[in-house]
């Protein structure tokens, strides 16, 4: 080795030469560049899945036809002729409603029943709001309580009580029936209920109960009895078959018709020729007779005084 480093600097490159590092060095450039190369690619480029486009189409064009079928009423016709999308499914996998059963019904008929439930031909069970289907059947005076069930997986029960019919209410010439509690349950359209208690008046349907209990004491004049009539709410006087009236007092009516029914087993006054009979004074009672009847007395008054005359 001289002093000039000869042999130092052809070590290396023998060296050099041996591992080929220019070589290296060029591979080394090319890979780095390929990377970046494919980085740059694959930062640029973004696969589009075949097929979205024509969906977007679609699903813009159908947004905006539900927008204008919705806006232009055609769905609320929809509706009404096939039901909600929800009746829709519910009926395509058998929830529908296939039979209704009603039950407790006596004077009402089924399709009584049916009319007041209005319930739609595309309803479906599982979203039938039977809270509501009660609250209408509840409008009908003649229900007093009403049951509604659903029966997976297509039937429907219907259960209801009706106020019974007890007596027959008048008022400003209309008759109702009415229930115990005075409830106005229909109008009397047939002879059906003309057998009932008749009351008459404002308020007489409340008393009802109090009018029946009367003529219940007192069985003897009860069958001659065609109405009672309520006076400012306050007391009865009844209208006998005969047309006789009989004036009943407020308090302890019973009692005072009890009395009459005494006097009549006695002297059979209520066959006789009067118009009324009034019980309000609890220690007599006043008989008004017929026109026929007063003059009829006049003239044999008039003849026993004309008797009187001649033997004087």
């Not at 519910?90 to 929830?95: M, P, Q």
């Not at 008989?287 to 005359?309: G, H, M, N, P």
């Amino acid at each position: 080795m001289d002093g000039g480093g000869r042999l130092s600097g052809a070590l290396k490159g023998r060296v050099a030469k041996a591992l080929n590092l220019d070589a290296w060095k060029e591979a080394w450039a090319d890979r780095r560049a390929m990377r970046a190369a494919q980085r740059r690619g694959h930062a640029r480029r973004f696969d589009v899945p075949r097929g979205i486009g024509s969906a977007a189409a679609l699903a813009i064009i159908a947004t905006f036809s539900a927008i204008g079928f919705n806006a232009g009423g055609h769905y609320d016709q929809f509706q009404r002729q096939y039901g909600s999308v929800s009746d829709i499914a519910a009926r395509l996998v058998g929830l529908n409603i296939a039979s209704v059963s009603v039950v407790g019904n006596r004077e009402l008929s089924v399709e009584e029943v049916f009319a007041a439930a209005a319930m739609p031909a595309t309803a479906s069970l599982p979203f039938l709001d039977i809270a509501a289907v009660q609250e209408r059947l509840k409008r009908i005076p003649l229900i007093d309580e009403v049951s509604v069930r659903k029966l997976y997986p297509n039937r429907l029960a219907i259960d209801i009580t009706e106020r019974t019919a007890f007596a027959l209410w008048q008022k400003d010439g209309s008759v109702q029936v009415v229930s115990a509690d005075g409830t106005a349950i229909d109008s009397l359209r047939d002879d059906r209920f003309i057998t009932l208690p008749h009351v008459v008046g404002n308020g007489a349907n409340k008393r009802v109960r109090d009018y029946v209990g009367i003529l219940l004491e007192v069985p003897e004049i009860a069958p001659l009895v065609r109405a009672g009539t309520l006076v400012g709410e306050r007391r009865w006087n009844l209208k006998l078959k005969n047309g006789i009236d009989v004036k009943l007092p407020e308090e302890e009516p019973a009692k005072a018709l009890a009395r009459l029914a005494e006097i009549d087993r006695d002297t059979r006054l209520l066959s006789r020729d009067i118009i009324g009979v009034d019980l309000r004074q609890p220690d007599r009672i006043t008989v008004r007779v017929t026109e026929d009847a007063a003059q009829a007395r006049y003239d044999s008054l008039e003849k026993r005084i004309e008797k009187l005359k001649r033997r004087g």
